[in-house]
């Protein structure tokens, strides 16, 4: 079956750093693009970052700039890079396919930016 396990997340202050990873399982990895995706209290979960099987990357402009995917097709891993983080930038994070069907979520982890 599908499985996501995220990890990274944490508090930190804004205009700090974090880096999250995700180990996929389950599916044929290197076929699919990957996303990471977030989810702030109150609002419906989206799309921030993606990265195609071929490395080419997509960012929402609220992250463009600052935040950085990568996945490593051998090991089943999504990174996400996260500098110069912002209050806003508050939410649980999660990996998945960048589909319009997503697979079964994961837990997800949380990012906190707050001082």
């Known amino acids: 079956q599908v499985q996501f396990v995220e990890s990274g997340g944490g508090l930190v202050q804004p205009g700090g750093s974090l880096r999250l990873s995700c180990a996929a399982s389950?599916?044929?990895?290197?076929?699919?693009?990957m996303g990471w995706y977030r989810q702030a209290p109150g609002k419906e979960r989206e799309l921030v970052a993606k990265i195609f099987s071929g490395g080419s990357t997509d960012y929402v402009d609220s992250v463009e700039g600052r935040f950085t995917i990568s996945r490593d097709n051998a090991a089943n891993t999504v990174s996400l890079q996260m500098n110069s983080l912002k209050p806003e930038d508050t939410a649980v994070y999660y990996c998945?396919?960048?589909?319009?069907?997503?697979?079964?979520w994961g837990q997800g982890t949380q990012v906190t930016v707050s001082s």
């Open positions: 389950g599916i044929m990895f290197r076929s699919y693009p």
């Open positions: 998945n396919v960048a589909l319009l069907a997503p697979k079964a």
